[in-house]
């Protein structure tokens, strides 16, 4: 027996922002389905899970609306009333509204035709498809009025509201790097480690790595070590929040040095153990640690003791 599978039935105005909500809750973990006549509801529900659900069934938004194949608003308010009382497939309903005037102007901006109105004037089209949807209005227990929404604000509505537990957190990742060997692909915030007193210029330490205590110790008697270290702690705690609140679904953290195998190794191990205490569940990589040492990619200078 599957676990109970929750099913949000999104319709509204075309225009209003049906696209966007879908999205966002895909983003959020959704299974999301648009213009899949209410008929094949059923056969979708029984359908086998997709692959990685281990064995439960991921919330479902379906969108239906005017475009939709066998559309009756009639029928969906039925088995939305169905779905109230089926303890496996609860359905809920999100009518999406928006006043004529901000419609026509969408329409008129993205030069698109309404679909009820290929031939005439998109204010035509919006009139019979409001009359259409009237039934779904009223039966809807949410709904949102979009008329002031950006599509940005929207997507932040629909997360805030729809997140629950199930969100799907940003994933978080932490990689150590040499920028000998170039930048790492996609990296969104990048720190730069060569400040640090290099331990490559240590016969004792050369062969050691980031993740080995003495060549660790080495780069923490640095005395600027503490206080940038801790700065990009406090830095990536103030704006992780703010990247997952956005919605952004990846944040890559790069970490580099010279070499890649000293001390953005060591900073980037750390960093993660603090966004790890911060409740984060950052994924960590050392792109070049397998690399051998080469004094030719090296800064040449005396370490200082």
């Known amino acids: 027996m599957t676990a109970p599978q929750d099913v949000l039935i999104v319709t509204g105005l075309s225009g209003a922002g049906k696209s966007t909500v879908l999205k966002t809750l895909e983003d959020l973990g959704w299974e999301t389905v648009d213009n899949l006549p209410l008929t ?5 529900l029984d359908a086998p899970l997709p692959i990685g659900a281990d064995g439960r069934r991921p919330r479902l938004a379906l969108g239906l609306g005017a475009g939709t194949r066998d559309f009756d608003p009639q029928r969906v308010v039925e088995r939305v009333a169905q779905g109230q ?41 919006i009139a019979r498809e409001r009359d259409l949807l009237a039934p779904l209005r009223e039966a809807a227990p949410r709904r949102i009025d979009t ?11 629909i997360r805030i509201t729809f997140s629950g537990d199930s969100a799907a957190e940003t994933v978080v990742s932490v990689t150590s790097f040499g920028f000998a060997r170039g930048l790492p692909r996609g990296a969104d915030l990048v720190f730069d480690m060569r400040f640090l007193r290099n331990p490559h210029w240590v016969p004792a330490l050369k062969p050691g790595t980031g993740l080995d205590a003495d060549v660790a110790a080495y780069i923490a008697e640095d005395p600027a070590y503490e206080p940038a270290v ?24 790069a970490i580099g040095c010279t070499g890649g195998r000293h001390r953005s190794v060591h900073v980037a191990e750390r960093i993660a153990r603090s966004l790890c205490d911060a409740g984060f569940s950052p994924t960590v990589g050392h792109r ?15 370490p200082s003791r």
């Open 288 to 302: 070049d640690l397998g690399a051998a040492p080469q004094d030719s990619l090296e800064c040449r200078r005396s």
């Open 40 to 44: 094949l509801l059923d056969r979708l």
């Open 85 to 125: 009382g089926d303890d496996r497939d609860p359905i809920g309903l999100l009518f999406l509204d928006c006043t004529d005037a901000e419609l026509e102007r969408r329409y008129a901006e993205t030069r698109r035709r309404h679909p009820m109105a290929p031939d005439r004037p998109a204010r035509d089209g």
């Open 147 to 157: 008329s002031t929404l950006s599509a940005h604000d929207l997507a932040q509505e």
């Open 230 to 253: 801790s700065r990009i702690e406090d830095l990536l705690a103030l704006l992780l929040p703010r990247y997952a609140a956005e919605g952004k679904a990846y944040v890559s953290i």
